[in-house]
């Protein structure tokens, strides 16, 4: 049997705010799970985010995401839509992909090949 | 057609069958019935089963929806899909009707007592909604005794060689065993042991896909163990007394991952019914049943264990019978 301390949840997630004239992207890097999701929850409550016309979640560096993770993107997306702010994601890794998809939210989700991209 | 014996909108129907022709003597008369009425109609079966029905209906098969073998696997996901098919054809005035072997021949002693569960709890989660009419062919050349004698419990109405018939031996729910009661066989001596809290998720993650790649488990797999471990392990933290014990063991043909902890689940649907989209949490355990090839929940005010396992090797389809 072995105990485990676990590292920090800074070391876990990083999260990146970018403000531009027509959008905010905040750029995921590591793995949203339990015990990283308040770390997106704080960043999602920056006042630039809600002042945006555009909300992108960039996944493209996030390595996993379980239910607790998803149910932070879906809130923000939820939220979102309550302020009038368009919404979208960019795809991420095979496994946040196999996520998204086998709980339907992936077809629910505007979803851009790239955080700069015009198109939906 | 006995008319008296649909008392409840789910008819829930067994049919013991020996040998093909009996096979499609059970089945045939139900699916061209539903054609000619235009009732939609979800075929769930084996490989073999499906081929064979295939075959003697020619061109009617079209007309038919068969499900892939492989959503069969773990049998607690076909609670789901005969939800999400009963919701889509919500609109369609005819009664909706399916044709379900979970129990076939060569599924292991886990898989079966997994499929008498889920069989059981089928009559509940479906006691009340849309009128439906359920077959669950038998082999009784096949299969054991025991098997068959649990058919005979969780089915109201049994079907035997093409004649309706009534169960002297369906019982009381009281009587079937809840879907989380009971224990499992303990944990092999050989298997690799870490206990848990909010702050090791990530160390959880990490020795799931060690193994799974010492499994050689394909990418895709090791990342649905990965992922469903995980869902495991984070119900342990928020609703199991904050963290808990994974064990982890290979088997031939299956790398197997037990999870315990102190809560207990009471909702006997837990997992069974996937959460609608503005439901934001509790998608955890519908998850893991859509993840891994068998999940097995013990349960009960002393703590709980959920034990879930992946296919090593070739990954095969049902297999033929």
Redesign the interface.
Same mark, same amino acid.
């Given at each position: 049997?072995? /105990? #485990? +301390? =676990? $590292? =920090?949840a800074q070391e876990?997630l990083r999260v990146e705010t970018r403000r531009s004239e027509n959008r905010v992207v905040l750029h995921l890097t590591g793995?949203l #799970?339990? +015990?990283s999701s308040s770390i997106l929850e704080r960043a999602l409550e920056d006042a630039d985010v809600s002042s945006a016309p555009l909300l992108v979640l960039d996944l493209d560096e996030l390595k996993?995401v379980?239910? &607790?993770g998803?149910?932070v993107i879906? !809130?923000a997306h939820?939220r979102a839509r309550e302020r009038g702010q368009e919404f979208a994601i960019t795809p991420g890794s095979? @496994?946040v992909q196999? !996520?998204l998809s086998? &709980?339907? %939210?992936a077809e629910?989700m505007r979803v851009l090949a790239s955080p700069d991209d015009l198109s939906a | 057609m006995n008319l008296a014996l649909v008392e409840k909108p789910f008819r829930h129907e067994a049919l013991f069958y020996s040998g093909e022709d009996d096979f499609l003597r059970g089945t045939l008369p139900f699916l061209l019935g539903a054609l000619r009425a235009g009732e939609p109609v979800l075929v769930a079966l084996g490989e073999h089963r499906a081929e064979l029905l295939r075959q003697a209906l020619g061109r009617d098969a079209e007309r038919l929806r068969f499900l892939e073998p492989q959503a069969l696997a773990n049998p607690a996901r076909t609670t789901s899909t005969w939800r999400e098919f009963l919701t889509e054809h919500a609109q369609n005035a005819g009664v909706v009707r399916g044709i379900c072997e979970v129990a076939w021949p060569g599924r292991s002693a886990a898989e079966l007592e997994e499929c008498e569960r889920h069989e059981a709890l089928l009559n509940e989660a479906f006691a009340e909604g849309p009128a439906w009419h359920l077959l669950c062919p038998y082999d009784l050349e096949a299969l054991g005794a025991e098997t068959i004698a649990a058919a005979r419990r969780c089915h109201p109405a049994p079907m035997q060689e093409g004649v309706a018939g009534h169960s002297s031996t369906y019982g009381s729910p009281k009587r079937a065993p809840g879907p989380f009661s009971g224990s499992l066989p303990s944990p092999p001596p050989e298997h690799e042991?870490? +206990?848990? &809290?909010?702050? =090791?998720? =990530?160390?959880v993650?990490s020795l799931v896909a060690q193994h799974g790649a010492r499994a050689e488990l394909a990418? +895709?797999a090791r990342? #649905?163990l %990965?992922?469903a471990v995980?869902?495991l392990v &984070?119900n342990s $933290?928020?609703y199991g007394g904050g963290g808990g014990?994974l064990r982890i063991w290979h088997e031939p043909g299956a790398l197997v991952c037990d999870v315990r902890d102190r809560g207990f689940i009471e909702d006997p649907l837990a997992g069974r019914i996937p959460p609608p989209? #503005?439901q /934001?949490?509790g998608?955890?355990l519908w998850?893991v049943n @859509? !993840?891994c090839d068998l999940v097995q929940i013990r349960s009960s005010p002393e703590g709980t264990v959920a034990r879930v396992r992946m296919r090593t090797g070739e990954r095969p389809t049902c297999a033929s019978a």
């Open positions: 049997m072995r /105990y #485990d +301390a =676990g $590292v =920090g876990h793995e #799970d339990l +015990a996993f379980d239910s &607790t998803l149910r879906l !809130l939820e095979q @496994q196999r !996520l086998i &709980t339907s %939210v629910h | 042991g870490l +206990a848990f &809290t909010s702050r =090791g998720l =990530g160390a993650r990418e +895709a990342e #649905d %990965v992922l995980n869902e &984070t $933290v928020q014990t989209l #503005d /934001y949490g998608r955890g998850l @859509q !993840l």
